[in-house]
Structures are given as C-alpha cells and as structure tokens.
C-alpha cells in the first residue's frame, strides 16, 4: 500500500507538473495574478507528492521489499542499512527519482522564499520549471519506472555493486545532484526572463542566489566524487578527466563564468544577454552530462544499465530543452537593452575576461569529451583523448584567468586604474615570487615550471587576502577601526575572497602533487622496509581478517620518521565473497597536510606483497581548497543584499538600526 | 550616457573583440594541436602486426589476455599476452594490475611499442563491474567473431 | 489505501483551486517597485566604493547620476503598473483553470494509476514474508526464489533446512530428500532431519523402505534412541521385508512408548493387526525370502540385489499366476514391483490381483488402496 501510494503520488505530481506548465505562464503572459498565485502552492504540493514517492521507494529498500522490481535488482536483504538507504539512488530509476526531487525541491524553494521576486516573474520561472518536471517525470514514468512490482516476489534480491557500498559514494550523488540539477531553476528564471521580456539588474540580483547555492553543492559534489575515487580505486589519482568527471566539470565552468557575469548584470546592466545565454547554457551542459551518462553512449563506472529508448527519450528531451531554449533566446534577445559601456580595463572587463576563458576552457573539455564518440560514429576509428590533450588544453587557459584573478576585485567598475592596482599588489607579487625562489632552491632548478606553479598558487591565494585587507584599509584608518570594518564587510566580499583563495588552495595542491609526489612499485617481504620522503615503512607481513561480507588480506606497515615510529597503515586486498568480487582498499595515513598513500597488488606464496607506495605532499589541499570555495558561496548566501527587495517593514527597520 | 572616457566606444569594441579573438584563437590552435599529437589510438594485436607503428607512438592496445600467459617477476613486473585468438602481442608492465585483471578476461593496456617486438604498458585498465567489456574490446573482438555478447 | 489517494487527489485540486479563490490583491507589488529597490541598494555600493578609494569623487557622482536615472525610470514604470481586476477574459481562465483542477487532474492521474499501477498488490516487506504462515497461496514461487538463491550459494544450510520441509508440503520427496541431505552435510546430523531425510526417501519410493532410508532411520535412533519416528520406519521395514517375528516385536515395542490417543500409535496396531498379532484374523504366514537368502542380499551390491529382487519377483508372480495365493502374496507382489519401478507389470499385476480377488471384497479394497498408495490408484 505503501508502495502504491508512492507511484500514485509520482503519476499525480506527473499530472501536476502539467497543470504547472500552463497554468502560471499562461497567468504571467496575460497579467491574471490569480493564475498566477497558483504556481507557489502547486509547486510546494509537487515536492510534497515527490517526497512521497521517494519515502515509499526508501521504505521498500530499508524493509527489503521484493515486490518491487528496483529493490530485487538493486537490494539484498544481508546489506547493511546505511547501504539499503544510499543503494535507493545507486541505480538509473532511484537516481532519477532524486533528480526529479531535487527539481522539485528547487521549485519549492523559490515558491517558500521567492516572495521578494515579482509575481509574474515567479510564476513563469515555476512553470518553465514545471516543463522540466513533467518532462522528466514522464521519462520516469514511461522507461524508468522505480515502482514496477514483480508478482509473486522473490524471495532475495541481486545486490548493489560492493563497490557502490561505500560512505563516500553514498553522499556523493545527492550532492551532485543538486548542483546539476540546481542550475535547473537558474535557467528556469532565464526562460521566464525570456517570455516576460523582463532582463534587468534585478533579475540578476534574484537569480544570484540561486546560482550560488547550485555551484556550492556542484563544487562540493565534484570534489567528494575526486576524493572518492582517489581512496577507493586504489590508483592514488584524484582526477582522470573521465568522460562522466567532465560531464559534472563542464557545468561547474559555465556555473563559475554565470556567477561572474551574474555579478555584472547586476551592478551595472550590462552583459545581458551574454548572461542569460551562459544561464541556459549551463543547465544544457547539465542534461548533456546527464544524456552522456544515462545513455549508454559512454562506458564508464558511473554509466548505469543502457537502454536504447532510454537514450532516445533522454535525447529528445535533450533536443527540446536546448533548442528550444536558444530558439527563444534568438528570437526575444535582440529586444534586451543593452546596459552601461564600461572601459577594457574595469572591473566588468576583468569579469568578462574571466568569462570569456572559462568558457573557452568548458569549451575545450567538450570537445575533448565528444570527440572521440563523433570520431567513432563518423569513421570507425577508436580514440581516447586522456590527460594529456586536457593537460595541453585546459591548462594553459587557466593560467591568464588565475593570474588576472587578484586584478578583478580591486578593479573599479566602468574604468579601472592598472597601474594603481599593480602598486596596491606589488607585496602580493613579491609573496609569490619569494614563494617560486624558494620552492626552486628547495627542490633543484629543474622543477622549475612546478616553482611557478606554487608561485602562482601564492600569488592567487595572497591576492585574495590583499583584496581582503584593502576593503578593511587598515593603512588608513588604524587597527581597531580596520578590524571593525573587517568584520563589517559585506558577505560577497567575503565569498569572493575565500571563493579565489579556494582555488589557489586546490592549485597548490595539484602543483604540489604533480610535481613532488614519489611513487614506488616493488615486491616487498615481512621485515624488510622500504623508505619514500622522510618516512620509512617496515613491512610487517599479511594476515587474514573476515568482515560481515567480505574477507581481507590486510598489510601492516609501521611507519617512522627519523627512527621513531609515527604511524600505522593497512591496507588491503578484499574479496566481496558474495560477487566474487575483488577491491582493493588503499592505507592512507595523513601527516598535516601530505599523505602515505599504500596500495597491495599481487600477494606472493612466500609472504611477499607488491605494493605501490606514493608520498603525496599537500594532496588534501585539493579538496580543502573545495571546502573553502563552498564555505565562500555559503557567506556569500549569507550576504543580507542579496535578500533586497523584500517588502517587510520589519526588515527594513532592521536594516536602518544597523 | 557621458563620454568619461579616454577611448572612444568603437575603440573599446574593438579591444574587447580582439581580446576574445585572440583567446579564442589560442584555445582552437591549443585544441586542434592536441588533438593532433595528444591522442591515443585504439588498436588490437591483429591492427599491431599488420601495421607498422612508429616507434615511441602511444597506442591502446585490447584484446583478451591470454591463458596461461601470465608471469611475475620481481618488484611488481608482469608480463603477459593479449590476443585477439588472431594474433597476439606480449605485454610488459610494471605495476599493480587492476583488481579485475584476470586471464581469459578483456583488458585494456596503454603503452608503446618497442623495437623488441614488446609492448610496454604504463597503464592497464580493467573496469569495476564484473561483466564489463571494455566497449573497444568487445567490438574488436566482435569483428574478429570471437564475442558474443549481447547486442 | 484508497482513502489515502482520495486524500492526495484532494491536496493537489485545492493546491490550484485556493489560491485561484484569493483575491489578487493580496499579491504583492509589481515588478517595477522592486526594480527600485535594487537601484537604492546599489546607490549605498557606490557610496562604499568611494569610501573604499576604488572611485574618485567624480567617478561616484556619474555613477549616482546614472543609477538616479535608472530609478526614476523604475518609479514611472511602477506607477504605470496598475493591474485592472480581471474582465470576462479573466473570468474564462478561472474556470478553465477550476475545470482543470476540479476535473482533469483526478481524473488523469487515477486513469494513468489504473493503467500502470498495482493496486491488488500490497507492500510485502521481507520481515513480515518470513514470518508469516508457509501456506501462504504464492508457496511454489516462494520456492523457487530460495531454490535461486541456494543455486547461488549452496553452503547455506539453514536455506535447505527450511527448504526441505516446504519440499515435502508440495510432494517433491526426491528434491526434499536431497535438501535435508544437503542440510545434514552442513549444519550437521540431527535426530529430525535424518529422520525426515528417511520419511522423504521412503515417500519418494512409494511407501517402500530403501536401504538408503534404512540406514537413515538407523543413524536418527542411534542419536536418540527413544525417538517414535525412525522406530516405526524401522518397523515398517522390517513387515516389508516379511521379517514376522523381528517386525511384530519392534511394533511392540514400539507399542510400549505409547501413552494413548497419539495418532501413530493406532498405526501400529493397524500394522501389527495385519501381521496377525492381537485382532487378527489367523492369516497365513506369506512365503517370503528366507533368512539366508535376505542376509546374502544384504551383502551384495545394489545392482546384484535388484536382480536377486527380481528373480524372486518373477518366481512369485509365476506361481500366483498358475495356482492363485493369498491376498498377502498379491501385496506383496505389487509392492515388489514398485520397489522395481516396473510400472507397467505393476499395473498388469493390479488388474490380475482384481480378476483373482474379486470375491472377497475387503482384499480388493487392500489392492486399491495400496495401488493408490503406490501411486496407480484409479
């Protein structure tokens, strides 16, 4: 019964979501607010009946249900809760039951805290949003439906891929997801914009917000996804420029480029219509990833079980979306008013710079990632386009942007000073060169291009905190006042800062581990050990442990540092007894910021392992520098301007005792 | 709108546009460059000993691993064959092989040719499901009549 | 469960159907006057920036001016924006839209519900399945399921154990006898399941006792000597074997254990009655294998002991054929032939044994029920 109510309740939103399609923009178009007031309290009834379905659908994995087909192929009753609930969207139709959740969940938000945004301009944005509900609802509802039943029921069900059960990937789609999918309401509002004719500087400020929160949790997303993969897969990487990681990172690029431009619009009126391009434009990169991954086109972990009508339903919403999409930016575009001019070297040119290369850069990754299949389709020819071509690629177009990046914020709007800039960065500049100078005295002229690296890291990373500081001016007004108006700073200030220092925190990682990572393969037997870095490793032989579904072969590795003994390590080869399948679980020790990282590979007769061994120096900045990027959209958030417009007297009192 | 500034407004047009031509320009030449030197091609034991490859040219190489072929030597060297049932190449690598690496199975090694009639693969692949064909493997096995697997 | 639904039908039609009955004025402002606010905001930015020395003095009053503009703008677009109450036009869409929400929405989603729902099938949570009573109607796929996943893993013994009683509910005896096998060889030997493993065998071999269930039979008293089960197959072993006087003392003292009314009791003096002991009528003695000949059968192998079988078989069936015998040596010959698995001789010895009997109506009815019992009742 419980079940059923759950597909009742997806076939009912389904039919909602329709009733949401027409009903609010039919409202807007004709200027009819009671049309209009319909669109707040059906997208609220839309998330309340998704919930449903999805708490049925989770109820069925927790109490192992087998009536139902998803459970059967996806659940095994032996399966540890934890991994009951996260094995819901560990499948095509439970994740997709999340994706259309998340949508709307998307549109509730924007229905329970868009009162500030004008009634026309929110219904129209809930019903674009509603296109892309029933849209997907009925791609569920027709080729993946999670609640078709089986009669009579199996008594146990295949299980989830060992490899899926893990913490790491249990939180890694929901975050993703609503990074992806989070877009999905930024181009709603771009569409409705489009209809309505309304594209200002207000706009912008209400679609901010929106942006933000969605590239929070797509950056927070890719990086757990990385972390994951460097843990898990047992290969040490963190990053393989798989197809599917580039399928999340494209979005991520035009999602950064959006922000910026966002920025723009809405400070000076200008970048209109660039900005509702990039708008649409991200959520495209979204349904693209999610085609690319659903569609079997590409092979991959992450792929889930193919279906040619699968394919086909999710290209032709695919189609639709996106060209439909820019057919209505080419037509209503041209009525937009262009904003204020601005000079090349301003604050709006460095945020147009900033734009132009990431979205050259998310422009290189998608060539990158089709290439092969187009290749493939055109003339047979099998290729792979690996690290390298993004190596080449990529890099160097993140190179400008990082090193514009301090400029930007000290810009001023309309006509910036360069050289004025250049003198307030001067420290800045000598931090970073200090930083090269040392790096490439410490490690030998050689690593010369990694020495640049870590200046370049520096010099984004003191950048930002000289931006910081500049706002406070402490030169000019003293200590105490300067700290007073640190702490006054408005939260975007703040969000830029952390937002630019992340990424040079990431950089530094990335430099830090490509350039003086140390990487050993041997055979090694109890007793004897082997050294990497300052650190020492005694192997103390192999043993045999059972847990609840699989058998280790566990390592143990005592690890010193100048003759005493630090840490511990065991890493392991286990076998999923169930599956017969083997994984192998990597030791990981972090010291401050670096990291041992051992892996076992063959297990000798004679005691003997081989092993791969890595001193990875500074590799978890990687993924600090992500957190503090996501730490820097969450202030942001916080940033009291971004709620403006919101007609409650109470506020505005607040906002005049401040 | 005041005329503030030192440019004119087709002055400054024309700076932004030759800004974004020239990183636009930059980033074609980038990619089209890499896509000329920086992939890798996809070829089965029968494409190696058909074809002359030129030495140090990075390839793909797929195929089935053949039974018995495998051998350890010291410090996590390994070697092996892939074959096609057609035509074999023996593989050198050192390293940990992936967790599904298993004889009989399909594999995918990335390396270069040497002189020596030896492939040297610095990376072998082998994805996490155990019913995974690597795509370019089953159809080259396909075209060689030896797989079947479901369409 | 249909309350349930009626209910979320309801949410979703008033989710349309209220706020289309509120009065649009309760909406808030028009978009203009929120333009507005913008613009006031970024008028105290520029005042930040000039306090922060990112503009000069000159540069913040262009920007004022131009922000100023902006907003007058703002304030003549909100003063136009003045939303009259809605005409017929509007009257039309709301029942257009009531229709849609009153109508169309219940209509379609219970519609589209009938047509790919499942509505007559409840949840069926794994905990409450297990636990509920084996006669559940869905028993043979229930099976089969398990027989799945013992195919998957067939070192789970608790997954035969459980199995193999549901085997002998659904009269598969070879397939139960196999499981507990199988269950005997994980979990161990145990007094029920020896003993059931030879229930199944002698069912599968149509009332027959195997040696195999024999030794079955034997293991189970050995672990408990005092179990009623194996006794009784013991005896019953030893009537088929025509061992008289061996057989008549085993049911006694079988007999002995008993404390009255138990089912099995009555059985026994049903099989001692047909031996002749207490309330039988002196029947004659059958002619059976003598001792010599059944202790030479049991030290020889199977095949020479089906031939042996087979020749005494044959013997009988001969002389019942040229003089007639006694209703006994007719059972004993149908029996004989089962053990064989020589239906067809089987069925030819029924219809011959009903030819010769029919005059005594109370051995026909032993001949039909025991070719019942051996599976060729009619």
């Known amino acids: 019964m419980i079940i059923e109510l759950g597909h009742f309740a997806l076939i009912l939103a389904f039919v909602l979501a329709l009733v949401q399609c027409v009903v609010p923009v039919w409202g807007a178009?004709?200027?009819?607010?009671?049309?209009?007031?319909v669109a707040p309290p059906v997208a609220g009834m839309q998330f309340l009946l998704v919930g449903i379905a999805f708490a049925a659908l989770s109820h069925a994995y927790v109490t192992s249900d087998f009536s139902v087909l998803n459970v059967v192929e996806n659940s095994h009753s032996a399966k540890p809760d934890l991994y009951k609930i996260t094995g819901v969207w560990g499948n095509h139709e439970g994740s997709l039951l999340l994706w259309v959740l998340i949508l709307a969940l998307f549109g509730a938000l924007v229905a329970a805290f868009g009162r500030n945004i004008p009634a026309d301009l929110r219904a129209a944005t809930l019903g674009v949003q509603g296109w892309v509900t029933a849209a997907f609802l009925l791609f569920m509802l027709a080729t993946s439906n999670p609640f078709l039943r089986v009669s009579p029921a199996p008594m146990e069900g295949n299980d989830l891929n060992p490899i899926l059960q893990d913490v790491g990937l249990a939180i890694h789609p929901p975050l993703l997801y609503i990074g992806y999918v989070g877009f999905s309401i930024v181009f709603s509002f771009a569409i409705a914009a489009l209809l309505l004719g309304r594209v200002d500087a207000a706009w912008a400020r209400w679609v901010r917000p929106w942006t933000l929160l969605a590239w929070m949790f797509l950056t927070l997303g890719i990086a757990m996804g990385s972390y994951w993969a460097y843990y898990e897969l047992g290969w040490g990487g963190y990053w393989f420029w798989d197809p599917v990681e580039n399928a999340s990172f494209m979005p991520w690029l035009a999602g950064t480029a959006l922000l910026h431009s966002a920025i723009v619009m809405e400070k000076r009126g200008a970048l209109k219509v660039w900005t509702v391009l990039l708008a649409i434009l991200t959520f495209s990169l979204s349904l693209l990833g999610t085609f690319l991954v659903r569609s079997g086109v590409l092979t991959s972990v992450h792929a889930f079980a193919t279906d040619p009508l699968r394919g086909t339903f999710i290209l032709g919403i695919l189609v639709a979306f996106i060209g439909g999409s820019l057919a209505l930016y080419a037509w209503r575009a041209p009525l937009l008013k262009q904003g204020g001019l601005f000079a090349p070297v301003s604050r709006e040119g460095a945020l147009v710079l900033n734009n132009l290369l990431l979205t050259v850069a998310a422009v290189s990754v998608l060539v990158g990632t089709l290439y092969p299949l187009a290749l493939e389709a055109l003339t047979d020819e099998k290729?792979?386009?690996?690290?390298?071509?993004?190596?080449?690629?990529?890099?160097?177009?993140?190179?400008?942007?990082?090193?514009?990046?301090?400029?930007?914020?000290?810009?001023?709007?309309?006509?910036?000073?360069?050289?004025?800039?250049?003198?307030?960065?001067?420290?800045?500049?000598?931090?970073?060169?200090?930083?090269?100078?040392?790096?490439?005295?410490?490690?030998?002229?050689?690593?010369?291009?990694?020495?640049?690296?870590?200046?370049?890291?520096?010099?984004?990373?003191?950048?930002?905190?000289?931006?910081?500081?500049?706002?406070?001016?402490?030169?000019?007004?003293?200590?105490?006042?300067?700290?007073?108006?640190?702490?006054?700073?408005?939260?975007?200030?703040?969000?830029?800062?952390?937002?630019?220092?992340?990424?040079?925190?990431?950089?530094?990682?990335?430099?830090?581990?490509?350039?003086?990572?140390e990487e050993k393969v041997l055979t090694i037997r109890p007793g004897e050990s082997v050294e990497i870095g300052d650190y020492r490793l005694a192997f103390g032989g192999l043993a045999r442990r059972t847990g609840p579904n699989y058998i280790d072969d566990v390592g143990h590795f005592d690890i010193y540092r100048g003759g005493a003994?630090?840490?511990?390590?065991?890493?392991?080869?286990?076998?999923?007894?169930?599956?017969?399948?083997?994984?192998?679980?990597?030791?990981?020790?972090?010291?401050?910021?670096?990291?041992?990282?051992?892996?076992?590979?063959?297990?000798?007769?004679?005691?003997?392992?081989?092993?791969?061994?890595?001193?990875?120096?500074?590799?978890?900045?990687?993924?600090?520098?992500?957190?503090?990027?996501?730490?820097?959209?969450?202030?942001?958030?916080?940033?009291r301007r971004l709620r403006v417009g919101a007609p409650k007297p109470a506020r505005r009192q607040l906002a005049a005792a401040e | 709108m005041k005329r503030d500034s030192k440019m004119t407004r087709k002055q400054r047009r024309l700076t932004m546009i030759a800004a974004a031509g020239t990183v636009l320009a930059v980033a074609v030449g980038l990619i089209l460059f890499a896509l000329n030197d920086q992939i890798v091609f996809f070829q089965s034991p029968s494409d190696i000993v058909a074809k002359t490859i030129p030495d140090g040219q990075r390839i793909r190489l797929g195929g089935l691993v053949a039974e018995d072929s495998v051998t350890r030597g010291e410090n996590a060297e390994v070697r092996f064959t892939v074959t096609d049932t057609v035509e074999s190449v023996?593989?050198?690598?050192?390293?940990?092989?992936?967790?599904?690496?298993?004889?009989?199975?399909?594999?995918?090694?990335?390396?270069?040719?040497?002189?020596?009639?030896?492939?040297?693969?610095?990376?072998?692949?082998?994805?996490?499901?155990?019913?995974?064909?690597?795509?370019?493997?089953?159809?080259?096995?396909?075209?060689?009549?030896?797989?079947?697997?479901?369409? | 469960m249909?309350?349930?639904?009626?209910?979320?039908?309801?949410?979703?039609?008033?989710?349309?159907?209220?706020?289309?009955?509120?009065?649009?004025?309760?909406?808030?402002?028009?978009?203009?006057?929120?333009?507005?606010?913008?613009?006031?905001?970024?008028?105290?930015?520029?005042?930040?920036?000039?306090?922060?020395?990112?503009?000069?003095?000159?540069?913040?009053?262009?920007?004022?001016?131009?922000?100023?503009?902006?907003?007058?703008?703002?304030?003549?677009?909100?003063?136009?924006?003045?939303?009259?109450?809605?005409?017929?036009?509007?009257?039309?869409?709301?029942?257009?839209?009531?229709?849609?929400?009153?109508?169309?929405?219940?209509?379609?989603?219970?519609?589209?519900?009938?047509?790919?729902?499942?509505?007559?099938?409840?949840?069926?949570?794994?905990?409450?399945?297990?636990?509920?009573?084996?006669?559940?109607?869905?028993?043979p796929e229930l099976v089969a399921r398990v027989e799945q996943h013992l195919a998957k893993d067939p070192e789970d013994g608790r997954g035969w154990d459980v199995l193999a009683p549901v085997y002998m509910r659904l009269g598969r005896p070879e397939d139960a006898a196999a499981a507990y096998a199988a269950a005997i060889r994980l979990l161990g030997p145990d007094v029920n399941r020896e003993t059931d493993?030879?229930?199944?065998?002698?069912?599968?071999?149509?009332?027959?006792?195997?040696?195999?269930?024999?030794?079955a039979f034997e293991r189970a008293v050995k672990l408990d000597p005092e179990a009623v089960k194996p006794r009784f197959f013991l005896a019953l072993a030893l009537t088929q074997e025509n061992r008289r006087e061996a057989a008549i003392a085993a049911w006694q003292d079988l007999l002995k254990d008993a404390r009255g009314g138990e089912a099995w009791a009555e059985a026994v003096r049903i099989e001692l009655a047909k031996l002749g002991v207490e309330t039988a009528p002196a029947g004659e003695p059958v002619a059976g294998p003598s001792r010599e000949d059944v202790k030479a059968a049991e030290g020889m192998a199977a095949d020479e002991r089906g031939a042996m079988i087979r020749s005494m078989v044959d013997g009988l069936d001969a002389r019942l054929a040229a003089d007639g015998g006694s209703t006994a040596e007719w059972l004993q010959l149908m029996r004989a032939l089962a053990v064989l698995g020589d239906t067809d001789r089987l069925r030819q010895v029924i219809a011959r044994a009903g030819e010769a009997l029919k005059d005594d109506p109370a051995a026909l009815a032993q001949v039909k029920s025991l070719a019942r019992e051996l599976g060729e009742g009619s």
């Open chain 1, 383 to 517: 290729i792979s386009v690996g690290p390298p071509f993004f190596n080449l690629t990529f890099g160097p177009l993140m190179v400008p942007l990082l090193i514009a990046m301090p400029f930007g914020p000290l810009l001023a709007w309309k006509r910036g000073d360069l050289a004025a800039v250049s003198q307030r960065l001067y420290a800045v500049l000598g931090l970073a060169l200090a930083a090269t100078l040392v790096t490439a005295w410490a490690q030998g002229t050689e690593k010369i291009l990694a020495a640049l690296g870590v200046g370049l890291a520096a010099w984004v990373i003191c950048g930002a905190v000289a931006e910081i500081l500049s706002r406070a001016r402490f030169r000019d007004v003293g200590l105490s006042t300067g700290l007073s108006r640190l702490y006054g700073l408005p939260g975007s200030a703040w969000g830029t800062a952390l937002g630019h220092a992340g990424i040079g925190i990431t950089l530094l990682g990335i430099v830090a581990v490509s350039a003086f990572e």
């Open chain 3, 2 to 139: 249909w309350i349930a639904f009626s209910l979320l039908t309801v949410l979703a039609a008033l989710a349309v159907l209220v706020p289309l009955a509120r009065s649009g004025r309760a909406q808030a402002r028009a978009g203009s006057a929120h333009d507005a606010e913008v613009y006031k905001a970024q008028l105290d930015e520029v005042g930040r920036d000039l306090d922060r020395g990112l503009i000069s003095q000159e540069a913040a009053v262009a920007a004022r001016t131009e922000i100023a503009r902006r907003l007058i703008a703002a304030d003549q677009a909100a003063t136009r924006d003045a939303t009259g109450e809605p005409g017929d036009a509007g009257r039309l869409r709301l029942r257009v839209v009531q229709m849609l929400a009153v109508v169309v929405v219940p209509l379609a989603a219970i519609g589209a519900y009938l047509a790919f729902g499942a509505p007559d099938i409840p949840d069926q949570p794994l905990v409450a399945r297990l636990q509920a009573s084996t006669q559940d109607r869905s028993l």
């Open chain 1, 565 to 639: 003994k630090v840490a511990e390590a065991d890493p392991a080869k286990r076998l999923y007894t169930a599956r017969r399948m083997p994984t192998t679980e990597a030791g990981i020790v972090t010291f401050g910021l670096s990291q041992i990282y051992v892996s076992i590979g063959e297990v000798h007769a004679d005691g003997g392992a081989d092993i791969r061994l890595y001193h990875k120096p500074l590799v978890t900045l990687i993924w600090l520098g992500c957190l503090v990027m996501g730490g820097g959209a969450v202030v942001s958030l916080f940033d």
């Open chain 2, 90 to 151: 023996n593989v050198v690598y050192v390293g940990l092989l992936p967790d599904l690496f298993r004889e009989g199975q399909g594999v995918v090694t990335e390396g270069v040719m040497k002189p020596d009639g030896l492939f040297y693969a610095d990376n072998v692949l082998a994805k996490h499901d155990e019913n995974y064909m690597p795509k370019e493997v089953a159809d080259a096995l396909k075209g060689k009549g030896v797989w079947q697997g479901k369409e």
């Open chain 3, 197 to 215: 493993r030879g229930e199944a065998l002698v069912v599968a071999n149509n009332g027959i006792v195997s040696a195999e269930a024999h030794a």
């Open chain 1, 29 to 37: 178009v004709s200027g009819d607010r009671r049309l209009m007031a």
